[in-house]
């Protein structure tokens, strides 16, 4: 299995909801990463798991909270979003402390917040 | 700080014809990696080549070539014979070796560039 999954595709909600997204890989990898991607520009990285403990937050905003229950499954849970949230974010995994770290992304989940 | 830069925001090419991607970066690491990956509409992103800075010679996955200039701090991607498979957003990507550290690094993408390919 040398593929990273992300449910759901698609996401609508409104701005007092709560939920989350989730990525899952099963190719041993120990390294996993959400990324925020706006229309035609370059991820930007949120937040970074190494050994599933966190170990990089991009000075991202509360109402993401990230959580990694184990070495394979990744969650964002989302909460009280804002309209300027809307994107497509975007799960990565990479061997972690290997000689490179190439990133193997998902698909991608599409949040549209109203 | 590291950065990476590419200078065509937008690119066309017709089917079968050759193109060039250009991407610059600066850092001032001895040690590190850089990438080519290719998003097409359909949004998935995956790597298209790797090329390791300690190595001299251009890394080559079929069709795709790199041009690595490490003194010059340049890495363009050739795709050769393009298809219309190959229209998609192409970032390049700098990592700095994380071998030895407990961390792993940050991938720093360049803004992009859009590739059309024309039939």
């Known amino acids: 299995d040398t593929e990273v999954t992300q449910t759901p595709k698609h996401l609508v909600m409104g701005m007092t909801n709560k939920k989350s997204l989730k990525c899952e890989q099963h190719?041993?990898?120990?390294?996993m990463y959400w990324y925020k991607q706006k229309a035609k520009k370059p991820p930007e990285l949120m937040f970074v798991y190494s050994y599933e403990k966190l170990s990089i937050n991009e000075s991202v905003p509360s109402r993401f909270s990230p959580e990694c229950p184990n070495s394979s499954l990744l969650n964002l849970h989302l909460h009280a979003l804002q309209p300027e949230d809307s994107a497509l974010y975007l799960c990565?995994?990479?061997?972690?402390?290997?000689?490179?770290?190439?990133?193997?992304f998902g698909p991608g989940t599409r949040l549209t917040v109203l | 700080a590291q950065t990476v830069t590419q200078s065509q925001p937008e690119m066309s090419v017709q089917e079968a014809e050759t193109v060039t991607l250009s991407c610059t970066y600066d850092t001032s690491e001895s040690n590190y990696y850089l990438f080519w990956y290719k998003q097409p509409p359909s949004r998935q992103m995956i790597l298209v080549i790797r090329?390791?800075?300690?190595?001299?010679q251009n890394a080559t996955e079929n069709r795709f070539s790199v041009n690595f200039q490490k003194a010059a701090k340049s890495f363009s991607l050739k795709i050769s014979d393009s298809q219309l498979g190959d229209t998609a957003m192409y970032f390049c990507a700098f990592i700095r070796s994380p071998y030895g550290s407990s961390n792993t690094g940050k991938l720093i993408f360049g803004q992009g560039t859009t590739l059309q390919v024309k039939p």
């Open positions: 190719m041993g990898h120990r390294a």
């Open positions: 090329q390791e800075a300690y190595k001299q």
């Open positions: 990565a995994s990479s061997p972690g402390q290997v000689s490179y770290n190439e990133q193997f």
